[in-house]
């Protein structure tokens, strides 16, 4: 089994900056992608950022440009710096890890945006 546990979420005023962690711990060599989704009040979960242990990225286009996901593998834990944080980012972000056969989630951090 893996575990994820997240920190790092919060209030924030609009154009502001927050960085999340998710911190992996038991069989870990089983975990390919880390990365990180979103849900917000009344829509579906939404992929934000995700990083291969290759080190390849990829954004959702909303977050482009203002999101960071940098991953440390000696600590398996991955990282999304958030910046110019925009009401619209308001949501429960869920760190994910995917293994071959299955794939891994945490208890999820809020995170809101004030405008």
């Known amino acids: 089994q893996v575990q994820l546990v997240e920190s790092g979420g919060g209030l924030v005023q609009a154009g502001g900056s927050l960085r999340l962690s998710c911190a992996a711990s038991?069989?870990?060599?089983?975990?390919?992608?880390m990365g990180w989704y979103r849900q917000a009040p009344g829509k579906q979960r939404e992929l934000v950022a995700a990083t291969s242990d290759g080190g390849s990225t990829n954004y959702a286009d909303s977050v482009k440009g203002r999101f960071t996901i940098s991953r440390d593998n000696a600590k398996n834990t991955v990282y999304l710096q958030m910046s110019s944080l925009k009401p619209e980012d308001t949501a429960v972000y869920t760190c994910?890890?995917?293994?071959?056969?299955?794939?891994?989630w945490g208890q999820g951090t809020q995170v809101t945006v004030s405008s």
């Open positions: 994910n890890a995917k293994g071959v056969i299955r794939a891994y």
């Open positions: 038991g069989k870990t060599f089983r975990i390919n992608t």
